[in-house]
């Protein structure tokens, strides 16, 4: 009980943290809409680059508008 | 007996729970109860379909019930196992990592309602969780990391993480809550064929193949409304879920 009674220190390693939470987004949502499960990786996997892509995409344009 | 069947919400029976309350109760309610199932064809008793389970126009409150209490439950209740397995694991991970990442106190009903409300109230236990948080803040309002507190408030990147993960389960479970409400049961497996000889062709004429050759199959389950208008989620689920 003592970890959920006091936070990890993830101070650096949280960017590591954001790719689980995309790929439970993509499983969850194609178990829910697929019309066959033996098509769910293929299905979970393409939701899931394509959001790793246009979120990290919009990381960069933020990054540049914003630092450059 | 009220609105909503209590009697079926108390002992749960899988036909009933996946018909809900009768349509014809929704379709003479005044107000926006009425608006999807006002339309639905009357219900008629004497048609051979009427002990089919089917959810169109009903929900299944039931399920949905306790698929918000343990994510996966209601789609398990249904029949869909694979789906099931996979929504247990997948929202219960990410809710558990939430809480690891940033302690009991990530989830908030006081100071952090917003997030509460709109994401982390959809799992279930979360209220269970917003209650012992409750307690240890109550018992113990200002921990001393020197006396070694019981519980240590979440900072910074663990609050951040902790209070996202959570947020996102809430949702992704109140995703599956809405669609296990409208998902009629899996039906079962059709018996398998007899392996003696079948019987010659019917020397009687056919009915013309218009409406019999575009008529879905007897094992096709029903369609929902909500899902039919989705046009992407197949019910039946014939091959792919366990």
Known sequence: MSWFHHPMPVSSAWPLFLPPLLLAVALVYRTLKTTDLRRLPREAGALFAQMLLLLTLAAVVLWVLTEL | ?242
């Open chain 2, 1 to 242: 007996m009220g609105i909503f069947g209590t009697t079926r919400l108390v002992a749960p029976n899988l036909t009933d729970v996946a018909t809900g309350p009768d349509p014809r109760l929704w379709a003479t309610l005044p107000g926006p109860w009425s608006f999807p199932l006002a339309s639905k064809p009357p219900h008629n008793p004497s048609t051979p379909s009427d002990d089919a389970p089917t959810s169109s126009g009903g929900l299944n409150f039931t399920a949905a019930l306790v698929a918000w209490v343990c994510p996966g439950w209601g789609h398990w209740v249904l029949g869909y196992t694979g789906r099931a397995i996979l929504l247990f694991v997948t929202i219960t991970s990410i809710w558990i990592v939430g809480l690891a990442v940033g302690g009991v106190t990530v989830i908030d009903s006081r100071e952090g309602r917003l997030f509460f409300l709109m994401g982390q109230v959809g799992v279930g236990p979360a209220v269970v969780v917003d209650r012992h948080r409750q307690s240890l803040v109550d018992r113990e309002p200002a921990p001393d990391p020197e006396q070694n507190p019981s519980y240590a408030p979440a900072y910074a990147r663990s609050a951040t993480l902790g209070t996202i993960y959570t947020t996102v389960a809430g949702m992704l479970n109140l995703l599956a809550v809405l669609d296990v409400a409208h998902r009629p049961p899996k039906p079962a497996s059709a018996p398998a064929k007899p392996t003696g000889p079948q019987p010659g062709p019917d020397p009687r004429p056919q009915p013309t193949p218009s409406r019999a050759a575009s008529a879905p199959p007897d094992d096709d389950p029903p369609t929902s409304n909500a899902n039919r208008a989705n046009g992407e989620t197949s019910q039946a689920d014939p091959e792919g879920d366990a």
